[in-house]
């Protein structure tokens, strides 16, 4: 009996997901893409700049596609007020 891999850890996005964060996570995210999962727990997150956005948006839309496993209120409230809602559904 062979046993099913367990996922991957989620990519942690910080509490400032501003474009040094987003920097640095992009080769995460890239390395995330290329294995078909991209997971993402941006729970600890309280500002998000326009390039964490785009990260991530550009994640959303690559062949992994993109999971957000957990949401802070800040960061769901950002994302409403762009309407990009579903990010985080």
């Known amino acids: 009996m062979s046993s099913q891999p367990s996922p991957p850890e989620p990519i942690v996005v910080p509490a400032n997901a501003n474009l040094a964060a987003a920097e640095t996570l992009l080769p995460q995210l890239q390395a995330a ?3 078909g999962h991209v997971t993402v727990d941006a729970s600890q997150v309280t500002a998000v700049g326009q390039a964490m956005l785009q990260l ?3 994640a959303a839309q690559s062949s992994a596609g ?3 496993t957990a949401a802070s209120e800040a960061f769901r409230e ?3 007020q762009l309407g990009l809602k579903e990010l985080a559904a």
């Open 33 to 35: 893409a290329i294995a």
């Open 56 to 58: 991530l948006l550009a």
């Open 78 to 80: 950002r994302i409403e």
């Open 66 to 68: 993109l999971r957000i």
